[in-house]
């Protein structure tokens, strides 16, 4: 098995649950793709591949849920988390 460095564009994030597992978020622009990679500790443990457009749906639904989120935490009488 062959070892495929990380490209240089991409993204940590860690998991709020589990300090121990993290998702990579990385461009293969030769491969006109965007993989998502979920790790734990130091090993990938499974992957999805999207294409430019999929991972654009993506952004939007995950902006869509932080538009909802504000308007929540903004609204009178809500309760913030710490």
């Known amino acids: 098995m062959s070892v495929v460095p990380l490209p240089v564009r991409g993204e940590w994030f860690g998991d709020a649950r589990d300090g121990s597992r ?12 965007v993989v998502l990679s979920m790790w734990r500790e130091d090993q990938c443990v499974g992957t999805t591949r999207l294409t430019p457009a ?4 993506l952004v ?6 932080l538009a909802a989120a504000a308007r929540v935490a903004g609204a009178p009488g809500a309760v913030e988390s710490a």
Not at 60 to 65: Q, R, T, V, W
């Open 22 to 33: 993290a998702l990579r978020a990385s461009w293969h622009v030769e491969a006109d793709c």
């Open 54 to 57: 999929e991972a654009a749906r």
């Open 60 to 65: 939007g639904s995950l902006a869509a849920g």
